[in-house]
Every structure is written in C-alpha cells, then in structure tokens.
C-alpha cells in the first residue's frame, strides 16, 4: 500500500521556485537558492498528510483546492522559527523600561491620555508579549485608571493558542530573572510554569499575517511594536511593506523596536534611530518618504 511518509520525495528547482513565491507573496518569508533542502525538509510532511506524491502537487493544492486556506495556515506553522524566550535581548528591554515607558507617559499626560497600547508583532508563543506586560506591570507607572493592552499578533494559530494558555517549559525561562519568575509565575505541574492571571489579563492575542494591512485593523494608534526577529527572514521589498504598515498604525513618536540583527537603515527614513549603550529603537518620524524605486 502506498504511503507517501515511505518515499523521500525530491524537490525541483522549478517546484522550489513555484512554492517559494507562494510563500513569500502569502507571508513575506523569503527562501533563499540555496534553502531549497530546508524549505523540502519543511514540507514534507504536509505532502505526506495529504497523500501527494510531488511538490507540483501540493503547489496546485495550496493554489486550487477548496481547503487551500486552512492549508496555508497549517504549512505556515511548518515555516516559522518559534524560538522564543522571555526577557530575549535585555539591553533593549532596559531601554523600554527606562527610557520608552518613561518617555511615552510624559508625552501621554500632556494630553491627558492615559491609555498604552504595545504590540508584539509575530509574537510566536507568546513570551515577547508577556515580558512587555510584565516591565509595564513592574514599572509602577500605569496604574490608576490607566488603560494599558499589549496585544499578541502571529501568523501560527498553534502557536497562539499556545499563547493563550501562557504555560511554559523551563527553555522559556534561560533569561528570566528568579525574583520576576517568583512575582509573575505559579506551578502548572510536570515542571511548567503559568503566567499568573493578573499579567495574562493584559494581553490579548489575534492572529494576523504582518504583511496584511487588514491584520492591524482597529490597532492604531499604537505607542510601541516590538516587531524583533522577523523581518530578518523576509526580503527586503517584503520589510519596506511591513514597515510602512507598522508606521500606519504608530502613534507620531511612537517606537519600534527591531532585533539586534536588524536594521532600517537602507531601508527607509520614516523611523529615526534612537541609540543608547548595546541598544537601538527607532522612533516614528513626523516626516520621512520612501526610497526613489518606492512603487
């Protein structure tokens, strides 16, 4: 009997350049020539779920078929990179904690607004989005009636509802400082630990794909994106789109907050980059345009 698991399936140059536009039109993520084995090693067990015998297959599947959107959903989960911790990339934490916040409430009481709204853009399993909520929570400064929202945007629907539950295992805490682990975490058993109520109120999760205005509607206006380890995967015409929409929905002088290995620099002049010692973030520009090969 025929088990499509049972065969190593090869991937074709003109498969791989067929699949690979797909998903880099769908969701921004970008294979380069010589990933062709890893984007194979990826897929091939949605081939295998679905009895096809070739990449072509699935290709006319993800194109054709009358599930082919809850298909996309369930390959995207086989694409992304889900490698998250809490407190990830802490001189850039202090800054929010110091500078961002501090900032951002002077700026807000002088129009007596007091609301915050943070996002965490591809926010994968969630620590990103707990660890915002957790710095505000600890910061002291957003309490009497103020209305603070941090909100959890991904792709990967497994990925949320992991999220969700906020239960983690002990690699999601390799960064965590015990007395913030003590303070905002309880037992879950087997090892686990679970967000405490208070921290998982703040939060609330959409699932969105980053390269989709529509995926924002009703964010704006947005005081902070934390949008860090994405973009590094999408090509460049890709981030000039998610960053134009992430400036549609920030607040003037609001900031962005990219990883480490990321940068906007010969991208566009919308954000002004804002240093401090082994830390960036970029700051909504009032002005700025886009490069002169802009569509």
Known sequence: MYRPS????EMSEEEF????????????LFFDDNQRASLRARLQGRL???????????????????????ELVSMVTHLTNNETYFYREGPQLNVFADHV??????????????????????????????????????????????????????????????????VYQHNSFRALP???????????????????????????WRRGNLVEPESFEGLAPL???????????????????????????????????LGHAESLSRITDLFLPVRFQGAMVYQAASGGSWPEDEP
């Open 6 to 9: 049972d065969l190593d399936i």
């Open 17 to 28: 350049r067929l699949l690979r536009d797909l998903i880099h039109e769908r969701f921004g």
């Open 48 to 70: 295998a779920s679905r009895g096809l015998r070739s990449f072509e297959d699935y290709f006319h599947e993800l194109r054709f078929a009358p599930d082919r959107a809850d």
């Open 101 to 166: 916040l501090r900032q951002t409430k002077e700026r807000k009481s002088r129009s007596n607004d007091r609301t915050l709204r943070l996002l965490s853009a591809g926010c994968s399993t969630g620590e990103e989005a707990y660890t915002l909520a957790m710095i505000v929570f600890d910061s002291g400064q957003f309490f009497w009636n103020w209305d603070v929202e941090v909100v959890g945007l991904d792709v990967d629907l497994a990925a949320l509802e992991k999220a969700r539950r906020g």
């Open 178 to 204: 015990a007395d913030v682990k003590a303070r905002h975490f309880v037992p879950a058993g087997a090892g686990s630990f679970q967000v405490k109520e208070p921290i998982r109120r703040m939060v609330t």
């Open 223 to 257: 005081d902070v994106i934390f949008c860090r380890n994405v973009l590094i995967y999408f090509s460049d015409a890709m981030i000039l789109r998610v960053v134009r929409i992430l400036r549609n929905v920030l607040t003037p002088g609001g900031y962005l907050c």
